[in-house]
């Protein structure tokens, strides 16, 4: 999932989902359920495909060879299901593909200690072993940042630890009770964190907050790279041995140099900066080896279908999809392995049912979703609408629904409504036979940050599933633990069959699902 994400309310004109729910005369096939239950709760595959996505195909950064590997993989595993045209679809440039060949960093003085890292993706490689003495860098301002001239050549420069680890006296792992659930079928505006007696700010103060920031790193990296420093060792956060990780340079292929830099435990990090600033000098020892691709810098979605049976609505199409890029110091298994694992058991219970959809259902797994959606928006704008203008390609008018999965591992509990009041009553009425899996809410609010927007910014029915928060946004969203081993299987085999059923149902009734009225477009008139 994009780390951008945005949590809003829907209008003050959403009614609760149960209210709706009692207008509705929404036809549900019980008979077409239970094939999918039984398939997808008895024959399921989805573990095996997550082990492939996971241990065998390895990170997936956008560009890497762990994507061509998954890209290949998914193709072959869907034709094996059964489906059509399992295509590679070009959606545009992204840039450079970046892989890690070689990683290894450890305090080498005043004694030895092994350190947790990774390289920062899109950083280039150590000039062969280095070992180097330690300079700490700290600085809010410009002016603060002067008085390290002249002092960093042939350093390796320790950053600031902005978000120290604290404590914990609360799990990490958490499932939503009935009481979290009621109050989001309700609309009740999500809980906020506690006062800490910091003044409020607007979104307007916290972009510009970040953007400071931003700039202020930027001029940090460029005096580094002119001073000569070796080396850089950063952190983005996390505790008890989990960092979280991100792109330390930009992918595109004329991008300015920066130096070699490892995204750390902030423990590791914490431990060097208390030394140096004891007095005490720190020698660190590091390799990496990265290794950048620029012959094809094109990016690729992975289509393939089930064909629709009506003479009438095959030509119209529900899609479905999840991200299949992933960060890069774990093998992305929550995010979002899980998700396409999901998505691929779907179609798979599907076509084992024997059920014979009438509209065509189409899957996606996008690449650069990390980036910006990329795969999704572009392929949105290639087949329907680009929101700048919102000019309606052919293609828009066929779809039906885009039903995504990119929040985790978490079973499903209900389905996000994305302000489509029109679809509450549908959407229940299609959850009750989950009720016994724990699936029963339709929400009235929004969430964002993830593929499903891409279509909803042209209008299109595009919705995100609820889902157990479980340790996705304290142990796994983007850090070195992401990896299979977080993965629960009865969760995932309960998603593929609520995920099957939504699709299912909305292949086979008799309209598309209700459309919101289109926006506006994005880009001012010339």
Known sequence: MNTFRLFTLASSLAIAAPTLAQQTTEKVDQAAIAKIKDEGMNRSKVMETAFYLTDVCGPRLAGSDGLKRAYDWTKTRLTQYGL????????????????????????????????????????????????????????????????????????????????????????????????????????????R???????????????????????????????????????????????????????GAPYAPDAKPVLPEIEMSPEDQLRIIRLVEAGIPVEVEMETKTRFQTQDLKGYNVIAEIPGTDK?????????????????????????????????????????????????????????????????????????????????????????AYFNLDNGGGKIRGIYQQSNEAVAPIFTAWLVPFADLGATTVTPRNTGGTDHLSFDAVGLPGFQFIQDPLDYGTRTHHTNQDTYDRLIP?????????????????????????????????AKAQ
Not at 493 to 508: G, I, L, R
């Open 84 to 191: 059509t045209n399992a295509n590679l679809e070009p959606w545009g440039d992204f840039g450079r593909g970046w892989d890690i060949e070689k990683s290894y960093v450890a305090m080498t003085a005043p004694y030895y200690h092994t350190m947790i890292g990774a390289p920062k993706a899109w950083t280039p490689s150590t000039s062969g072993n280095v070992k180097k003495q330690v300079a700490y860098v700290k600085a809010t301002t410009e002016a603060e940042l002067d008085k390290y001239k002249g002092q960093l050549r042939d350093k390796i420069v320790v950053l600031e630890v902005a978000t120290p680890p604290k404590e914990g006296f609360e799990p990490d792992a958490k499932r939503y009770t009935d009481e979290e659930l009621k109050k989001m079928a309700d609309g009740t505006p999500a809980a």
């Open 312 to 400: 009438k609505l095959k030509s119209e199409v529900v899609m479905l999809g999840g991200h299949l890029d992933s960060w890069h110091a774990a093998t992305g298994a929550t995010d979002n392995a899980a998700g396409c694992a999901v998505m691929m058991e779907a179609v798979r219970i599907l076509k084992a049912s024997g059920l014979k959809p009438r509209r065509t259902i189409r899957i996606a797994l996008w690449s650069a979703e990390e980036q910006g959606l990329f795969g999704s928006r572009n392929y949105v704008k290639n087949h329907f609408a680009d929101p700048a203008t919102m000019k309606l390609l052919p293609e828009h008018e066929k779809l039906a």
């Open 193 to 247: 964190p506690a006062a800490t007696g910091t003044p409020a700010t607007s979104e307007a103060d916290r972009m510009a907050t970040y953007r400071a920031r931003m700039a202020l790193r930027t001029k940090m990296s460029e005096m580094m790279m002119s001073e000569g420093a070796a080396a850089v060792l950063s952190t983005r956060g996390g505790s008890q041995g989990t960092f979280f990780t991100s792109n």
């Open 490 to 522: 009865e969760d995932l085999k309960q998603a593929s069959v609520v995920v099957a059923s939504f699709v299912y149902n909305a292949a086979m009734r008799d309209q598309k699902l209700p459309r919101k009225p289109l926006p506006a477009a994005t």
